[in-house]
Nanobody
Framework: QVQLVESGGGLVQAGGSLRLSCAASGRTFSTYILGWFRQAPGKEREFVAAISWSGGRIHYADPVKGRFTISRDNAVNTVYLQMNMLKFEDTAVYYC?????????????????WGQGTQVTVSS
């Protein structure tokens, strides 16, 4: 019922910024929790940020607090991840995900739908 397509990744220098977008389709979009995860080579997929259907509940992983901002615009079925002050360790494939609001929001297995991922590479 939900399809997700990420965009906005690319190559950026350390200290720079990128904004990722995730376009979602599906009639039940507004009821889903939307999250961002990332996976670097040799590492497991890890939680980055999530936002509730109303936008009133927002969660960030400790490494990105103060640097990344998640937001959503239900009118256009899109969730965003604004990434500022990027670091080398932010390099990863970033995935948009949606769940039905049941389970642990920071756990990848909780989510029902996933995008294809977009590569973010941070260089010196």
């Amino acid at each position: 019922q939900v399809q997700l397509v990420e965009s906005g990744g690319g190559l950026v220098q350390a200290g720079g910024s990128l904004r990722l977008s995730c376009a979602a389709s599906g009639r039940t979009f507004s009821t889903y929790i939307l999250g961002w995860f990332r996976q670097a080579p040799g590492k497991e997929r890890e939680f980055v940020a999530a936002i509730s259907w109303s936008g009133g509940r927002i969660h960030y992983a400790d490494p990105v607090k103060g640097r990344f901002t998640i937001s959503r615009d239900n009118a256009v079925n899109t969730v965003y991840l604004q990434m500022n002050m990027l670091k080398f360790e932010d390099t990863a494939v970033y995935y948009c995900a949606a769940d039905r609001g049941i389970g642990i929001i920071t756990t990848a297995a909780t989510y029902d739908y996933w995008g294809q991922g977009t590569q973010v590479t941070v260089s010196s």
